[in-house]
C-alpha cells in the first residue's frame, strides 16, 4: 500500500450480512465486509455508524477506503432502524456498552470475517487496525482509543481501550459532558466522555458549521476530542460543515443538511491518507495531504496537529 496513488482504486468485493453470534445481546451481530479484490497485508478500519443506521450506510467512506487497499468491517449496532428495537426495550440503557463491545467482538470475529468473504483469507494484516466511527458511532470508537465515560460524580468509568487498534478516525464527535442540554444530561448520561487517557494516536474531525441540539456550545464542541487528549493527534476543520460533513452517511440521504461533493472527496482523500500513514509508519501520504491542504488558495478546510 505505500507509496500507491490514491487515485489507484481496485474494484471492491464485498459480503453480508456475515453474522457473529452475540449471548447476551438478543441479537446476533451482523457485519458487512468490504475488502480489495486483489493485494496483500490489508489493514483494517472497523467502523461503528451513526444513530440509527447500519452496516449498509457510510457508502462514500467504506468503499472509498476498501478501494484503496483497506478491509473494512462494518457492524450493526443495536440502535439501528433496520432492527427496530421500541424505546422501553430493555436494552436501551445499555446501547452504548452493547456498542462497544459489538466493535471488540468484530475484532475477536476476524477469522470469521475474513473467511465471508472469496479469497480474502490470508490476505488480512491483523497487526494493522484502526477504528473509525461518525457522531455516536464516534463516541463508541473513541472509547477503543482509550476516552472513558464519567460517572454521575465525574469519575472515569472502566478502560475499555484495545491494545488492537493502533489508530483512529473520528467524524463529528460530541464534546465534554458539561455542556450538555437539560435533554441530554436527562435521556443520555452515557455522553460525559473524559479524553485525558485517549492515548492512541487518532485524526479528528469537525465542522465548524456543526451547531449541536445536544450541546449548549456551539460547534466548538466538537474539537474537544483533540483539545483534551494527550499524544498524537490531529485536527480537521472542514469550512461550512454541519454534522453529515457534506454527506458521508450516504448519497443523497435525507438528513445531509450541508450537502458537497467536493467536501466529501476532501474527506476521502485526507482519511484515507491518514490510515495509511498512521498503520505504516514511513509512509508520507498524510504530510503530502496535509501540504496540499495548506498551499490550496481555496482550501475547504485547515489540519492542526499536537
Known amino acids: 500500500m505505500p507509496g500507491t496513488s490514491l487515485s489507484d482504486a481496485t474494484m471492491v468485493i464485498s459480503a453480508k450480512p456475515v453474522v457473529l453470534p452475540a449471548p447476551g445481546r438478543g441479537e446476533d451481530l451482523q457485519v458487512r465486509v468490504s475488502a480489495p479484490a486483489t493485494g496483500g497485508d490489508l489493514p483494517v478500519v472497523v467502523f461503528s455508524h451513526g444513530f440509527g443506521w447500519s452496516m449498509n450506510g457510510y457508502a462514500p467512506l467504506a ?4 478501494a484503496r487497499g483497506f478491509v473494512v468491517l462494518q457492524p450493526t449496532h443495536l ?4 432492527l427496530g428495537l421500541p424505546a422501553d426495550d430493555p436494552r436501551t440503557p445499555r446501547i452504548w456498552r452493547f456498542r462497544i463491545e459489538d466493535l471488540k467482538r468484530v475484532l475477536d470475529g476476524l477469522d470469521v470475517l475474513e473467511a465471508s468473504v472469496p479469497g480474502l483469507a490470508g490476505r488480512v494484516d491483523r497487526d494493522r487496525v484502526a477504528v473509525a466511527g461518525h457522531s455516536w458511532g464516534a463516541q463508541t470508537a473513541s472509547t477503543l482509543l482509550g476516552a472513558r465515560v464519567l460517572d454521575p460524580d ?4 472502566e478502560d475499555m481501550s484495545d491494545p488492537r487498534v493502533k489508530a483512529g478516525v473520528l467524524l463529528a464527535t460530541a464534546g465534554l459532558g458539561d455542556d450538555l442540554t437539560p435533554f441530554a444530561v436527562e435521556h443520555l448520561p452515557f455522553m460525559r466522555p473524559s479524553f485525558d487517557t485517549m492515548t492512541t494516536p487518532a485524526l479528528i474531525v469537525a465542522g465548524d458549521r456543526d451547531d449541536s441540539a445536544l450541546s449548549t456550545r456551539g460547534p466548538d464542541w466538537f474539537t474537544d476530542p483533540y483539545t483534551y487528549s494527550p499524544g498524537n ?21 435525507a438528513e445531509t443538511t450541508d450537502e458537497s461533493p467536493a467536501r466529501v472527496a476532501l474527506l476521502q482523500h485526507l482519511t484515507t491518507s491518514y ?3 498512521a498503520l505504516h509508519p514511513g509512509d508520507t501520504s498524510w504530510k503530502a495531504a496535509v501540504i ?7 482550501p475547504l478546510g485547515k489540519i492542526e496537529s499536537k
Open 233 to 253: 493527534k490531529s485536527l480537521l476543520t472542514l469550512f461550512g460543515a454541519e454534522h453529515s460533513l457534506g454527506g458521508i452517511p450516504g448519497y443523497e440521504v
Open 63 to 66: 468503499d472509498f477506503w476498501a
Open 292 to 298: 496540499a491542504l495548506e498551499e490550496d488558495p481555496n
Open 154 to 157: 465525574g469519575v472515569p468509568g
Open 79 to 82: 440502535d439501528s432502524r433496520t
Open 275 to 277: 490510515l495509511r500513514s
